[in-house]
């Protein structure tokens, strides 16, 4: 019997929810009222939090000439609403590090996120997108639905994974098959939920399905290529089954095409090593 994507996440601030310093600074950039002096103050109340972020700014990412050493300094050089993306993503990956998952690799689960977060950036950056940092974040939670399926109702996906692999199919289309949902619109729904910016919600949700999107076309496609990329390079040398491929919109929409694949998986080492040098302490912790 198909199971509807809504039912998954009913009851799901009991099961996932976003840390209050989140949901606050969330508010508070949407909100002109708020200086980026009063929303420094509520991220400095969370001090694991302010830790990560400045390590994040700190990071190659930014490569700023001098060190960030306080929140309201990090929000002047990177900005309100940038800070709000890392905010989440951190905040994200720490909440479901509290969740019963039946996964037997969440290491490789957030690996693989983290590489596909970093690409998305830098391709991203490639098609001169502004504020690059939104794509870092869906990038990071485009899997996220399927944390949420693992939770809900494991033994389902488990025949999906399964079906997946032995017919060298796409998870989403194995999904739909045996439960009647996937974990991009499962995804999706979550942050709606959290009541996350409406690009982002639409980014996950559309990142195997571009020609779905309306706001985030663009958006949805670079992510799409990030996926891709991540699951290519995950392949082991010995590997000669079927390759996934990129949606040809998505080439179209982004202007690029296959010859970026080489160069971005070059840049994206080393930022990789040092966002998950980031990220695996709050994995671990869990």
């Known amino acids: 019997m198909p199971i509807e994507a809504r039912e998954l996440i009913k009851g799901v601030g009991k ?54 050493s306080t929140i309201s300094r990090a929000i002047t050089v990177i900005g309100e609403r940038e800070l709000r993306y890392l905010v989440l993503a951190l905040s994200a990956v720490r909440t479901f590090s509290g969740v019963p998952i039946e996964l037997s690799n969440m290491a490789s689960f957030w690996r693989h996120s983290v590489y596909c977060a970093v690409l998305s950036r830098l391709i991203a950056a490639r098609c001169h997108v502004l504020h690059s940092e939104r794509l870092f974040v869906a990038g990071l939670l485009h899997d996220v639905g399927l944390l949420v399926i693992l939770n809900r109702v494991p033994e389902l996906e488990r025949v999906a994974l399964q079906r997946a692999h032995d017919g060298n199919e ?32 639409e980014t996950v949700g559309c990142h195997h399905n571009i020609a779905a999107a309306e706001e985030a076309r663009l958006d949805a496609a670079v992510v799409h290529i990030a996926n891709i990329v991540a699951n290519r390079a995950e392949l082991s040398v010995d590997y000669d089954g079927p390759r996934s491929q990129v949606d040809p919109l998505a080439w179209e929409l982004t202007g690029l095409d296959e010859s970026i694949i080489e160069p971005i998986t070059e840049e994206a080492a080393p930022l990789f090593a040092e966002s998950w040098a980031m990220i695996q302490p709050i994995v671990r912790h869990a």
Not at 29 to 48: E, L
Not at 170 to 188: N, S
Request: aromatic share 6%; charged share 25%; hydrophobic share 45%.
């Open 15 to 68: 099961l996932a929810s976003l840390p209050e310093v989140c949901v606050r600074v969330n508010e508070m950039v949407d909100d002109p009222r708020y200086s980026a002096a009063a929303i420094g103050k509520v991220i400095s109340r969370d001090t694991a939090l302010t830790a990560q972020l400045l390590r994040l700014a700190n990071s190659s990412f930014y490569n700023f000439p001098s060190n960030i």
């Open 170 to 201: 796409e998870l989403q289309r194995a999904e739909e098959e045996v439960l009647g949902c996937d974990h991009a619109t499962v995804g999706r729904l979550l942050l709606e939920e959290w009541k996350l910016p409406s690009v982002l919600c």
